[in-house]
């Protein structure tokens, strides 16, 4: 769907990456598709999902204010939500592609239990960073926690998940 839509080719040299909840596997009723990308230039971006919109009927485009003004985009594709976060941030070092690998080396770390825990907390309403954060006990801001088990190694995951009774002693 996401490919026959022309989407990436539209944004080809963007290094775009599919993240989020649909291929962690925990997403609910309204969850969207999360493509990241990297744009120097985050208006180059804007300009081909301009030219793209006779597929992309529901395309709104808005610009951050902070440091890089990244853009969003948001669209929908044969009734599934789609949201394209272009930073001049490379993909590897956006915080949603570091909260992306993380959790999902959580959930082969963690097993269903996790996996189960995190759905129940997202079908409750939380977003998925603070429900990662609620399933595992972490303290703090949620996002700054999964960003900093990101670039843990496993040894240190599985003490999380242990602490958190996920596992075995």
């Known amino acids: 769907m996401l490919a026959a839509s022309g989407v990436l080719d539209l944004l080809a040299g963007f290094d775009p990456r599919v993240a989020g909840t649909l291929p962690l596997g925990v997403s609910i009723a309204g969850s969207d598709i999360d493509i990241l990308c990297h744009a120097p230039e985050p208006d180059e971006v804007a300009d081909r999902l301009w030219r793209g919109r006779e597929r992309l009927r529901t395309l709104n485009l808005w610009r951050w204010t902070t440091a890089g003004r990244p853009l969003v985009a948001t669209f929908a594709i044969d009734g599934w939500p789609v949201e394209i976060f272009a930073s001049p941030v490379e993909v590897d070092r956006q915080e949603g592609w570091r909260h992306f690998l993380v959790e999902g080396r959580l959930l082969a770390l963690g097993g269903d ?57």
């Open 113 to 169: 239990a996790l996996r189960e825990r995190v759905m129940v907390l997202r079908q409750g309403g939380a977003k998925t960073e603070p429900a990662f954060a609620m399933a595992l006990g972490l303290r703090g801001d949620p996002y700054a926690e999964l960003y900093r088990l990101s670039h843990a190694p496993d040894a240190e995951l599985r003490e999380v998940l242990l602490l958190a009774g996920f596992g075995e002693a």
